[in-house]
């Protein structure tokens, strides 16, 4: 298990370094009036896997505590046709989003789930995990919030879960399960998912 610790210390360094460079906030839509503050992650999280989308090649992994997020495995994860519900992995992956508690425009309702920029349109330079991940505007719901941990579970018009981690508590006062928030994110992109073996 040493070298499998090793491993997950020196992605969490490369993760953090691609972040320097992924943009922390980008307009939703022309009727905001300001942008909202966004969010980047870098995360290495233990989780058992308990649905695989080889056509999106995603992977939905549920956390000790219960808690749930899906994964788009980036070109770097080779081993992606080994991974089965029920496997224990080690997920490295990356996002960035912002969010606005608001109702969504009519419009948003409409299409509550719309790619804002693909990979194939990303510029040179930009770190290659990077520039593979799509930007997407969403219509999401509130479905977990831990003050303590200071995190919040959203669902997407298509049923899959995201974190968002290191949210303050106070930014929680008021937010209830069920309401809606509209929600610009790149997709976690994962870097590595790496089998824990007995």
């Known amino acids: 298990m040493?070298?499998?610790n090793t491993f997950v210390v020196a992605t969490r360094a490369a993760l953090l370094a691609l972040l320097i460079a992924l943009?922390?906030?980008v307009r939703a839509d022309s009727h905001e009036k300001e942008t909202p503050a966004?969010?980047?992650m870098a995360m290495t999280i233990e989780a058992e896997v308990v649905d695989v989308d080889p056509e999106f090649r995603q992977v939905t992994l549920k956390g000790p505590m219960g808690n749930v997020v899906t994964v788009t495995a980036g070109e770097e994860v080779t081993n992606f046709k080994d991974i089965k519900v029920g496997d224990t992995l080690v997920a490295s992956y990356m996002a960035a989003l912002e969010g606005e508690l608001r109702?969504?425009?009519a419009e948003e309702l409409e299409n509550p789930w719309v790619v804002v920029e693909d990979s194939a349109a990303s510029e040179e330079g930009e770190p290659a995990a990077v520039g593979?991940?799509?930007l997407i505007r969403a219509v999401?719901?509130?479905e977990g919030m831990n003050r303590a941990l200071g995190t919040v579970t959203v669902k997407d018009p298509r049923g899959k879960l995201h974190m968002i981690g290191e949210v303050e508590?106070?930014?929680m006062e008021?937010?209830?399960l069920g309401q809606t928030v509209v929600l610009v994110y790149t997709e976690a992109l994962a870097v590595s998912l790496e089998k824990v073996t007995d």
């Open 169 to 171: 508590p106070e930014k």
């Open 2 to 4: 040493t070298s499998l």
């Open 103 to 105: 109702e969504p425009t």
């Open 174 to 176: 008021g937010v209830t």
């Open 38 to 40: 966004g969010r980047a």
């Open 23 to 25: 943009p922390l906030s």
């Open 132 to 134: 593979k991940a799509r």
């Open 140 to 142: 999401c719901t509130i």
